[in-house]
T-cell receptor, first 110, second 117 residues
Framework: GQQVMQIPQYQHVQEGEDFTTYCNSSTTLSNIQWYKQRPGGHPVFLIQLVKSGEVKKQKRLTFQFGEAKKNSSLHITATQTTDVGTYFCAGPSSSDKLIFGTGTRLQVFP | DTAVSQTPKYLVTQMGNDKSIKCEQNLGHDTMYWYKQDSKKFLKIMFSYNNKELIINETVPNRFSPKSPDKAHLNLHINSLELGDSAVYFC????????????????FGPGTRLTVL
């Protein structure tokens, strides 16, 4: 079945360092969504990318959708302690569901 | 106003008991879901309902029985709870069913942390 993998599984960074998580799908996606889950919280939608090669920015966060629409990345510049959480990518499947990636847990040390 | 609400937030119970979790959304969405999140944070879909009709049942044991009395509510009843059922259960909703070209995003409830002793 369709799988969406993310690497790394965990990342610990010092505040101020950059962070990147990579998302890879086994199939081509029509679009990719990113969600953030704070510790003890629930996943919250961040952004959606639709076009091949699309790049979107939200302040210090940069999202990219691969040319083949099978991979995506999220890059955070100069991390802050408020960036702590688990980041999920997700893509729609032919079986009427959103397939969530395995997630990357980010820890930021002050 | 809370968009997707769940009750209870925490549930601690003994093995073998039966328990229910309730979910309500006030977004006017057609589709609702139950997800299970384990200790490794993997988000696994369990069920989805579209306009009260069961669409997805992801090989979940039949001890889990969802019920959707109307499209704003989706409840989850669990019989004969087992240790392995301990997890966080999230309810979510989206405007429509997530088809292959769907651009609908999902709105999650706050989660119910179930601990089976």
């Amino acid at each position: 079945g369709q799988q969406v993998m993310q690497i790394p599984q965990y990342q610990h960074v010092q505040e101020g360092e950059d962070f990147t998580t990579y998302c890879n799908s086994s199939t081509t996606l029509s679009n990719i969504q990113w969600y953030k889950q704070r510790p003890g919280g629930h996943p919250v939608f961040l952004i959606q990318l639709v076009k091949s090669g699309e790049v979107k920015k939200q302040k210090r966060l940069t999202f990219q959708f691969g040319e083949a629409k099978k991979n995506s990345s999220l890059h955070i510049t100069a991390t802050q302690t408020t960036d702590v959480g688990t980041y999920f990518c997700a893509g729609p499947s032919s079986s009427d569901k959103l397939i969530f990636g395995t997630g990357t847990r980010l820890q930021v040390f002050p | 106003d809370t968009a997707v609400s769940q009750t209870p937030k925490y549930l601690v119970t003994q093995m073998g008991n039966d328990k229910s979790i309730k979910c309500e959304q006030n977004l006017g969405h057609d589709t609702m879901y139950w997800y299970k999140q384990d200790s490794k944070k993997f988000l696994k879909i369990m069920f989805s309902y579209n306009n009260k009709e069961l669409i997805i049942n992801e090989t979940v044991p039949n001890r889990f029985s969802p019920k959707s009395p109307d499209k704003a509510h989706l409840n989850l009843h669990i019989n004969s709870l087992e240790l392995g059922d301990s997890a966080v259960y999230f309810c979510a909703s989206s405007r429509r069913l997530a088809g292959v070209s769907s651009t609908d995003t999902q709105y999650f409830g706050p989660g119910t942390r179930l601990t089976v002793l």
